[in-house]
């Protein structure tokens, strides 16, 4: 039985996070930043305006494991005016969004406004300029991952997302990669 391999990459802004995609227009995808072993599968996405952690694998069972519901996931927003106390209150008790073309309420979650960002994010790209008006920071840690949930999220409490950071997945956090940078480990660490 051949070894699985496992990777930490800093997923930059623009790319897709998988490996092929046949639509006409062509995108950026993970196998333009490392060579990847034949296999390797991406553990949950981050979509391609979305920047951070992401883990893939070449074990189908790691990958079920890690994006199951007990696993934590934890984002960086950084959002559209300042938000309140209020909203993120909201945040946490769970909010309605639009899943496959039905209401879906959040399950509850952990949310609190961030004043010091972790320098692991970098400078990232620049959104806009301060004529735009005011932006702020938000953590939201989900045990969930409806598509775009996050996003959805902060814009149903009155603050739409305009930078999407995933910083921590379980145990594992983003730490000191750059963006692009790919992490060989030999294996995950993820608490039970």
Do not use: N
């Not at 989900?142 to 145990?171: C, D, Y």
Request: proline share 6%; charged share 30%.
């Amino acid at each position: 039985m051949k070894p699985h391999h496992h990777f930490i990459l800093h997923k930059p802004h623009g790319y897709l996070s998988q490996f092929v995609y046949e639509k006409k227009r062509p995108k950026k995808k993970l196998g333009e930043l490392y060579d990847f072993p034949e296999g390797t599968m991406a553990i949950g996405r981050l979509d391609e305006d979305s920047e951070g952690l992401l883990l893939l694998t070449t074990d189908g069972m790691m990958s079920e494991i890690i994006r199951s519901k007990t696993i934590e996931k934890e984002y960086l927003a950084q959002v559209d005016g300042i938000i309140t106390p209020q909203a993120v209150e909201t945040l946490k008790k769970g909010v309605e969004i639009g899943f496959k073309g039905i209401r879906y309420t959040t399950k509850p979650c952990e949310s609190e406004i961030i004043t010091q960002l972790p320098a692991s994010i970098g400078e990232g790209r620049k959104i806009r300029d301060e004529r735009h008006g005011p932006t702020s920071w938000v953590s939201v840690t989900l045990t969930e991952g409806k598509f775009r949930q996050v996003r959805k999220m902060t814009a149903a409490v009155g603050f739409p997302t305009l930078r999407l950071v995933r910083i921590r997945i379980g145990s594992i956090a983003l730490h000191h990669l750059k963006a692009g940078e790919v992490l060989e480990v030999p294996h995950f660490e993820i608490p039970e």
